[in-house]
C-alpha cells in the first residue's frame, strides 16, 4: 500500500512529507501507513485516496463513468487474485522471508520488536492466504500455493493484455488504476528474491516492466538499468475467463453509479505528511518498495 499511496499522490499532484518510523506500533491503532493533515488522522489505503479526492487531488478527474468502472472492477482483482501470491512471496515462501523480508524488515526495527514483528507478519499472511483461498476443493497448503500462483499468473497475462501498446491503462495519463498496478508490480519487479516464480513471469511481459520502468524514471527520478526479456503468453481460456470476470464486475459497477465523476484538482493549499511503515529510507524509492 505504501508504493500505491505515494504513487497515487504523484499523479494527482498530493504534496506529502514521507516520514519512516522504525515500529507499526507507534501509529494510530498500530495500522500503516497513516496520512495525517492537521488535526486528521487516516489510516488503510482506500481511505487514505477517498480524502485525498474530497481535497480535489484526483487523479481520475478525466475519467469517463465506464472508465470509473473499470477501475473499481480491475482494483478488485488485483485484490482477490495477485495480492495472495505477492503477500506469499514475501511473507510465506522460506527462502524468501528468510534472505530478503526478514532481514529487511527487522533491520528497520528496534531490538526486541525486530525478533517478533516479522514473524508476526509472516503468521498473519499466511492466515489471511488461507482464509481467502484455502476452501474446498484446495484443502493442503501445496494445492493453495500452486493455485494462487496460477491465478496470479493469469492476472499478469490479463493486465498486460488490458495495456497493450498503451503508456498507462487509460492512455497518456496515469490513474488510480495506474497507481494500483504500479503499487501491486514494483515491489514483485525490483526487489531480489532466491525464489523468483511470479517475478520471472512478470519479466516475460514486456509491457508491463516498462510501465514500471517508466513510472519509476518520470515520477519516482529512478534511473531503470537494464530491460526485461521479451516475450507475451497467448491468451487461453483461463484469460478469458478473468476477461468476462472483469467485464462483468464493470457493468455492475457502472449500472449502481452511473455518474462516477470526481471533482476537479486545485492548487495544493496545506503540506499533508504520510508516515510508512519500516521499508527503507526517503532517499531511495527501491528501498521503500513493499507489499
Not at 13 to 20: E, Q
Not at 140 to 168: H, M, P, W
Amino acid at each position: 500500500p505504501q508504493s500505491l499511496l505515494q504513487a497515487y499522490a504523484k499523479f494527482s499532484g498530493a504534496p506529502l512529507t514521507v516520514n519512516t518510523i522504525n515500529s507499526s506500533w507507534r501509529a494510530p491503532k498500530g495500522d500503516v501507513p497513516v496520512l495525517i493533515s492537521k488535526d486528521i488522522v487516516i489510516s488503510q489505503p482506500a481511505r487514505i485516496l477517498n480524502f485525498l479526492r474530497k481535497q480535489k487531488y484526483n487523479a481520475d478527474y478525466e475519467l469517463s463513468a465506464k472508465q470509473g468502472a473499470d477501475t473499481l472492477a480491475y482494483i478488485a482483482l488485483l485484490e482477490e487474485i495477485l495480492l495472495p501470491a505477492l503477500l506469499h512471496t514475501f511473507w510465506v515462501e522460506a527462502e524468501n522471508y528468510c534472505s530478503v523480508t526478514k532481514p529487511w524488515f527487522a533491520s528497520r526495527i528496534p531490538f526486541p520488536l525486530s525478533l517478533y514483528l516479522p514473524g508476526k507478519m509472516s503468521r498473519e499472511a499466511l492466515n489471511r492466504i488461507l482464509l481467502t483461498r484455502g476452501g474446498p476443493p484446495l484443502y493442503s497448503l501445496t494445492e493453495v500455493e500452486a493455485q494462487i500462483y496460477r491465478d496470479a499468473k493469469e492476472c499478469l497475462n490479463l493486465l498486460s493484455k488490458r495495456l497493450g501498446t498503451s503508456q498507462f491503462f487509460f492512455g497518456d495519463t496515469p490513474t488510480t488504476l495506474d497507481a494500483f498496478v504500479f503499487g501491486f508490480l514494483a515491489p514483485i519487479y525490483k526487489v531480489c528474491f532466491p525464489r523468483v516464480q511470479l517475478q520471472e513471469h512478470l519479466k516475460q511481459l514486456p509491457n508491463l516492466c516498462r510501465f514500471c520502468d517508466d513510472v519509476l524514471t518520470c515520477y519516482f527520478r529512478l534511473t531503470v538499468s537494464g530491460h526485461s526479456p521479451a516475450g507475451q503468453d497467448t491468451a487461453d481460456a483461463n484469460l478469458q475467463k478473468l476477461t468476462q470476470l472483469v467485464n462483468k464486475e464493470s457493468n455492475l459497477i457502472e449500472k449502481m453509479d452511473d455518474n462516477l465523476r470526481k471533482s476537479p484538482q486545485h492548487p495544493p493549499r496545506k503540506l499533508t505528511t504520510l508516515k510508512l511503515a519500516a521499508g527503507g529510507e526517503e532517499s531511495s524509492p527501491l528501498n521503500r518498495l513493499s507489499p
